[in-house]
C-alpha cells in the first residue's frame, strides 16, 4: 500500500519569504499523480498543484511550485513572496495512475506566516 | 459553476442517533468520494463511487456506516447508531476520471459532525 509522510508538523516563514513543505512517498507504482492541498481555518480542502509522475518538468501555479524527484520518492512544495492568505494546513496526496482513483494523504503541515 | 455542496455543515447529536449527510456532485463527476477527518488519523478515504456504483468501501469503518448513491447528482453516507468515536469532519469530492481523464478531485466544504 502506498504511503505519503509529511515530517514537518509545523513551520512558519516571515511575510514575502520562501519557504519550502517536504513531503515523501512510497509507492511501488511507475504511473501515478501527487498533490498539494490547502486547509485554511475555513476547513476547504483546495487544490494548490498537481504534478504527473511521468512529466520530468516541475509543475509551477503562480507563487506555488513543486520540486519532484522521482527517484528518491520526494514532492517538496514551494511558497515564494508568502503572504498572510498563505496560512493553513498543507496536505500532500498521492493518487495512483491507474484503477484505484482515491487519494492518500500525508498528516498535513501546519504554516504560519509571520508579519 | 457550483462545486461540490454538502449538508449539513455542522451536524451535533447524541450518541446512538441516527445522522444522515448528503452530498451532491460537480455536475458531469464520474466520481463520487467520501472522506473522514479527525486529528488522529487525519484524512481518510471512507468509500467511492464510479458512476454510482460503490467501488471500493474498505475504509468504511464498520457496519454502523452506509453509504448510497441512488444517481448521478446525489449521495448520502448515514451512521446508524452513532458513536461519540464517529465525530469528526466528513468531507465528499468528486472528479471526472473516466476515459483517461485524470482530473484533480474537488472538495466539498465538509460536514462537523459531534456526538455528545
Known amino acids: 500500500a502506498q504511503t505519503v509522510t509529511q515530517s514537518q508538523p509545523e513551520m512558519s516563514v516571515q511575510e514575502a519569504e520562501t519557504v519550502t513543505l517536504s513531503c515523501t512517498y512510497d509507492?511501488?507504482?511507475?504511473?501515478?499523480?501527487l498533490f498539494w492541498y490547502k486547509q485554511p481555518p475555513s476547513r476547504q480542502m483546495i487544490l494548490v498543484i498537481r504534478q504527473e509522475a511521468y512529466k520530468q518538468q516541475n509543475a509551477t501555479e503562480n507563487r506555488f511550485s513543486v520540486n519532484f524527484q522521482k527517484a528518491a520518492k520526494s514532492f517538496s512544495l514551494k511558497i515564494s513572496d508568502s503572504q498572510l492568505g498563505d496560512a493553513a494546513m498543507y496536505f500532500c496526496?498521492?493518487?495512483?495512475?491507474?484503477?484505484?482513483?482515491?487519494?492518500?494523504f500525508g498528516q498535513g503541515t501546519r504554516l504560519t506566516i509571520n508579519p | 459553476d457550483a462545486g461540490v455542496i454538502q449538508s449539513p455543515r455542522h451536524e451535533v447529536t447524541e450518541m446512538g442517533q441516527e445522522v444522515t449527510l448528503r452530498c451532491k456532485p460537480i455536475?458531469?463527476?464520474?466520481?463520487l468520494f467520501w472522506y473522514r477527518q479527525t486529528m488522529m488519523r487525519g484524512l481518510e478515504l471512507l468509500i467511492y463511487f464510479n458512476n454510482n456504483v460503490p467501488i471500493d468501501d474498505s475504509g468504511m469503518p464498520e457496519d454502523r456506516f452506509s453509504a448510497k448513491m441512488p444517481n448521478a447528482s446525489f449521495s448520502t453516507l448515514k451512521i446508524q447508531p452513532s458513536e461519540p468515536r464517529d465525530s469528526a469532519v466528513y468531507f465528499c469530492?468528486?472528479?471526472f476520471g473516466t476515459g483517461g481523464y485524470n482530473q484533480p478531485q474537488h472538495f466539498g466544504d465538509g460536514t462537523r459532525l459531534s456526538i455528545l
Open positions: 469530492a468528486s472528479s
Open positions: 509507492t511501488s507504482e511507475s504511473d501515478y499523480y
Open positions: 496526496a498521492y493518487r495512483s495512475g491507474r484503477g484505484a482513483q482515491k487519494l492518500v
Open positions: 455536475s458531469g463527476h464520474d466520481y
